[in-house]
């Protein structure tokens, strides 16, 4: 279980500033993450490192990650939503 220091810092580092990775990723850390693994939520955080550039190329499919942790991530990220926005129809 992870610290209150390390769910803020998640959510801190979550909040882009850019609209379109801020409606993919705060929803995301609020209803999927706090039921993921610690290996789950250590993926995800390091895939905050990358840029904004590149979260936006890989979440909205315009490129695709090399990396096969953060290609995990990635799909994590478009399932939850997938999911999402087959529940709301």
Request: charged residues 30%; hydrophobic residues 40%; aromatic residues 10%.
């Amino acid at each position: 279980m992870k610290s209150d220091l390390a769910w803020d810092n998640i959510k801190w580092k979550s909040r882009r500033g850019m609209k379109e990775l801020d409606l993919m990723l705060e929803p995301y850390v609020n209803d999927y993450l706090p039921a993921a693994t610690d290996c789950e939520f250590d993926e995800y955080n390091d895939f905050l490192n990358l840029t904004d550039l590149e979260l936006v190329r890989f979440l909205l499919r315009r490129q695709q990650p090399q990396d096969p942790l953060v290609m995990k991530v990635v799909n994590s990220i478009l399932s939850y939503h997938e999911k999402l926005l087959g529940e709301n129809k």
